[in-house]
């Protein structure tokens, strides 16, 4: 149901663009204004809910240890799972963030009859995550052909590295296929595991769908109702140079595609995209675990906060320590008074 | 604490990734943009100027599939009656001449590769 | 006792519908209620309790004192609680960056879901780590986000109610703040900080359990979660000094309590001196400290390694905190050794030097018998009773018949404070190896970062939710009965107080037979003692192993 909601959202966006370049000053708006700002609303909002993050501290060093600490000199410590320089977090976060390390470890436990729960690890989620993100990025990189002139060295390796089976004409990229084929991968696992499609929201479809929109456009466009690819690197360079033209040969698939994109790039900020910057901000991931060896500072750490006093303490239990033989500071009264005055800032329960 | 000293410079460094193809325009100089030399000889192609100029890439991948491999006729007849040739080089480059001022031009810009040239030989033509 | 029969557990666990056993539920998780029965809540924090807490806390972090019961319609909550609880989450959000991130960037993976050993017990969805944050994802969302407040259920977001309270309540109250989801969501999201701030929020409008509030403010008050009073506490821990007598024939000597000028100031959670099994873990610290001569005493005001109040808020967290630098400073000692206690080291290792620090006024820890320097705690100045004793074996420094515990086929359980928010896993395995002959690791999915919870910390290890208890403590007691039966283990080891009580009964209800210790009864019950009889039963009097005739 969810996720025929976030289908049916990303068919009218395209229906919107289809019919929205056909209407006079249309194409002006979806092929100029819009991108301009979705990708303005991108930029700023990122920055802004990335400084809104930065804005509140990390009072306390909290970092999940997921290994042997630094110890005593002759105990291995496992300085990656559990950093205690910023060498180390430099590792951890570079292997979370490149090669998605803690997926990778990930398990899928089971009940049996017994009971009996039994453990297996489970690298699908990786490898269809990895796939996804880096086939993603290799796309991104690859259309810098269409916004740079002359087309940097890089952009040229990686088309033909992606293109290198030399299958058909024009030549297959294996990203395309990869791309959308973890797309899919990633949607079928929210929609047939019972556990995912019970906590799937629909916004987590929504980037889902609207991200194979795009996917299946763009190959539309290279293998099936080809594009003039010249205007429209008229257009793309154009937009990045500030001098966009929009040729009379784009067709109503370029509009669509690029309709999508817009609209990923504005809702972007707004969403749980934004992982792509939170996971950098992880207070259990990118702190060494050194706060017994280093002290750190609260900056709202509240001082007026003290510990219910040991004089107060002695006070409401004098007679019984000395009694008991245990050394007090102030020697207790001749006669024992009736009631002890309470320390300041303290009440006194009956016990 | 606030880390703001790695934060604000990561943000930076955020920002001129995404931002990469507006600064790498400043640095470097575009070509003109894409014109490919128009035949003198010829009015019409063999196909219509949109059609061409999107897919001409499959025209000649059927060509080379039908004639090369499967031994097709080389000759064949566009809808007005016109007869051409089935061949790059003996077709298309009859009135398109020039590799570098007709298909350099375009496929230069969009930093298109085709492996035509890995079996034709490339025209031979002066700077 | 939990009041299901075992037999009719195992087969509920397995069999019974739920999302562990593969069924599909019909409704949509934001329309099912959290009902409230007995044996699934906590009872309600005593009124003149939340009032002493209360007045000793700046602002009202405690809400209203008042009677109430969980299973009416009418908590008493004041008019006003919606906002209370808006305005807590925004002053929150502006404290914890962690608060923020782990609010705005779960993708709903998955990883996690099948982590929690609530939700491995009891396969309710709603102890899947993911949708245990969406609960309170799902009102930040609508505080929080206008995109997500106009789109409202389509972006997750939902207006907060007394249904969704009843869920907080339900819910925050079934996780133990483990980490174990942490270790497997790939932004580290820990729910630990979640139900943090979950209960913080709560307590403001004055929703809390008695089995929490009730030991914090003992400990505020006589200095542990019981209740004893200085000289209580010490005659409970001389009258163990019989016990050790008894056992192994040797008289201590050297046990002080609130002494000046003493090298080492030791704190132990205070369960070691009043509880089975913690005792033996106690006589097993004493026996250590004869046997090297360590300069040491206990406090009766700093009786309290444990703090009740990280369940709570961390106002609470931070003054019962406090009495540690305040009495190692007001005794003059030179460093804190610190006992076996699972959250205390948390609270420790984590916050303590930040939230009461700087520990000036003492010197880095440097071990009177070996010379070794902690360096690892340098800056706080108290170190884990494992660090020490492994560092006394590795230099020689103890004199220790292993076959003393040849009678114990031992394996350990990593308690997850020290494992997830400390990475304390080697030490204590090499004390074992070195006092014990027989010692079997658990399953690899179930130790070390990958340690499965009691079941009952946090603040849960209380008689009125035994079932969920025996639930939640499943997976834990899974794998030591993978042991049970493979290697015949009959001693489960660990070094967290809440354990060694918790385990007790996890162990009586699913593997009759296996025994509950914390190392340094092990330790004890191994060292050779300078003037000893000859030893034919352990700390428990029970025959060492060729003694049983």
Not at chain 1, 82 to 103: A, D, H, K, Q, Y
Not at chain 3, 111 to 130: S, Y
Request: glycine letters at 8%; one cysteine or more.
């Amino acid at each position: 149901m969810k996720v025929l909601q976030a289908l049916g959202i990303v068919l009218a966006l395209m229906l919107l663009a289809y019919v929205g370049v056909k209407v006079p000053g249309g194409r002006t708006l979806f092929g100029v204004v819009l991108p301009y700002l979705g990708f303005a609303v991108f930029i700023i909002f990122f920055i802004v809910k990335v400084m809104d993050w930065a804005k509140s501290p990390v009072p306390f060093r909290i970092p999940t240890t997921s290994g042997q600490a630094n110890s005593l000199p002759w105990i291995k410590q496992n300085k990656l799972d559990c950093p205690s320089t910023t060498s180390g977090v430099i590792g951890r976060m570079l292997l979370e963030v490149l090669l998605f390390r803690t997926l990778f470890k990930n398990t899928r436990a089971e009940i049996h009859e017994g009971p009996k729960l039994a453990y297996g690890t489970s690298k699908f989620l990786w490898l269809f995550g990895l796939l996804f993100h880096y086939s993603f990025l290799t796309i991104l990189l690859r259309h810098m052909r269409l916004f740079t002139d002359p087309v940097p060295g890089f952009v040229h390796a990686l088309e033909f590295a992606d293109g290198f089976m030399q299958v058909g004409v024009p030549t297959l990229y294996q990203t395309d296929i990869v791309f959308l084929g973890a797309l899919t991968f990633l949607l079928l696992r929210r929609m047939i595991l019972p556990y995912m499609r019970y906590i799937t929201l629909q916004s987590d479809y929504f980037p889902l769908v609207l991200l194979l929109g795009i996917g299946i456009t763009g190959v539309l466009m290279r293998y099936v109702v080809r594009v003039d690819v010249i205007g429209i690197k008229m257009l793309s360079h154009g937009l990045v140079t500030g001098k966009p033209l929009i040729a009379d040969s784009i067709t109503g698939i370029f509009f669509i595609h690029l309709f999508l994109i817009t609209v990923l790039l504005a809702y972007f900020p707004f969403s749980k995209l934004m992982h792509m910057g939170g996971v950098f901000l992880s207070p259990t991931r990118n702190l060494a675990n050194n706060s017994r060896m280093k002290r750190h500072v609260n900056p709202w750490n509240d001082p007026s906060i003290k510990p219910h006093s040991y004089a107060g303490y002695e006070d409401d239990f004098r007679d019984f320590m000395v009694e008991a033989g245990l050394p007090v500071e102030k020697e207790p009264e001749p006669k024992p008074a009736e009631e002890d005055a309470p320390a300041e800032g303290e009440t006194k329960s009956e016990s | 604490m606030y880390d703001t000293g790695k934060i604000i410079p990561g943000l930076l460094v955020f920002v001129g990734l995404v931002t990469f193809p507006v600064w790498y325009a400043f640095g470097t100089d575009a070509g003109p943009l894409p014109n490919p030399e128009k035949p003198t000889k010829a009015r019409q192609c063999v196909e219509s100027t949109e059609y061409m100029r999107t897919s001409h890439m499959v025209l000649l991948d059927d060509w080379r599939d039908n004639v090369v491999r499967e031994g097709g006729d080389r000759r064949a007849k566009t809808e007005d009656g016109t007869e051409y040739i089935r061949s790059l080089q003996n077709g298309c480059m009859n009135c398109h001449t020039s590799k570098k001022k007709f298909c350099d031009e375009c496929h230069n810009y969009a930093a298109v590769k085709p492996y035509c040239w890995d079996c034709h030989v490339q025209p031979k033509e002066a700077n | 006792m939990a009041d299901t029969k075992i037999e009719q557990m195992s087969i509920s666990v397995a069999k019974e519908p739920s999302m562990m056993t593969g069924a599909i539920p019909r409704k949509e998780w934001m329309d099912v209620p959290a009902v409230f029965k007995p044996g699934n809540y906590c009872y309600p924090g005593k009124k003149d309790i939340v009032e002493y807490l209360d007045k000793n806390l700046p602002g009202k972090l405690f809400g209203e004192p008042r009677e109430w019961k969980v299973e009416e319609d009418d908590w008493k909550l004041p008019e006003n609680w919606k906002e209370i609880i808006i305005q807590g989450m925004k002053e929150r959000l502006d404290k914890f960056r962690s608060f923020k991130v782990f609010m705005d960037c779960c993708v709903r993976c998955g990883a996690c879901a099948d982590k929690c050993h609530f939700f491995l017990g009891t396969g309710d969805p709603k102890n899947m780590p993911v949708l245990r944050a969406e609960l309170l994802r799902s009102v930040y969302r609508n505080e929080f986000s206008k995109a997500s407040k106009i789109l409202g259920r389509l972006a997750g977001a939902r207006e907060m109610t007394f249904g969704v309270l009843k869920e907080w309540f339900m819910y925050f109250y079934q996780c133990t703040e483990c980490r174990r989801c942490s270790v497997f969501c790939p932004y580290g999201i820990d729910t630990a900080e979640i139900t943090m701030m979950a209960r913080e929020l709560l307590h403001l409008v004055g929703v809390n359990t008695n089995w929490i509030l009730e030991p914090a403010s003992n400990s505020n008050r006589t200095g542990n979660h019981l209740g004893l009073q200085p000289h209580t506490f010490a005659q409970n821990a001389e009258f163990l000094l019989d016990d050790i007598e008894e056992a192994t024939g040797v008289k201590l000597n050297n046990l002080t309590f609130n002494r000046k000028g003493a090298e080492v100031l030791f704190i132990i959670p205070s369960a070691d001196v009043f509880a089975e099994p913690g005792i033996y873990t106690f006589m097993g610290y004493l026996l250590l400290f004869e046997h090297i001569g360590l300069d040491y005493t206990i406090s009766t005001y700093a009786s309290e390694g444990g703090n009740f109040g990280s369940f709570t808020n961390n106002e609470l967290m931070k003054k019962l905190n406090g009495k540690m630098y305040a009495e190692a400073k007001r005794l003059g000692v030179k460093w804190i050794l610190g006992g076996e206690c699972g959250h205390m080291w948390r609270v420790v290792h984590q916050y303590m030097d930040t939230m009461n620090g700087p520990a000036d006024f003492m010197e880095v820890p440097k071990s009177p018998i070996t010379g070794t320097v902690f360096e690892n705690a340098a800056s706080s100045k108290m170190v884990h009773i494992s660090e020490f004793t492994a560092d006394l074996i590795k230099h020689g420094k103890l004199k220790i018949d292993k076959s003393r515990n040849d009678h114990r086929i031992v394996t350990f359980h990593d308690s997850c404070n020290p494992a997830r928010g400390m990475g304390l896993l080697d030490e204590p395995r090499y004390i074992i190896e070195n006092v014990c002959n027989a010692f079997h690791e658990m399953p690899e999915n179930t130790i070390r970062e990958q340690t499965f919870c009691c079941g009952s910390g946090t603040g849960l290890n209380t008689g009125e939710i035994m079932d969920l208890r025996m639930r939640a403590g499943l997976p834990r007691a899974n794998a030591v009965k993978h042991v049970h039966d493979k290697h015949g283990v009959n001693m489960l080891s660990c070094v967290c107080a809440i354990d060694r009580a918790t385990l007790t009964s996890l162990m009586e209800y699913w593997n009759p037979g296996v025994e509950v210790c914390g190392i340094s009864e092990l330790v004890g019950n191994a060292l050779i003692m300078e003037g000893e009889k000859e030893r034919d039963s352990g700390l428990r009097f029970e025959p060492l192993a060729g003694m049983e005739g």
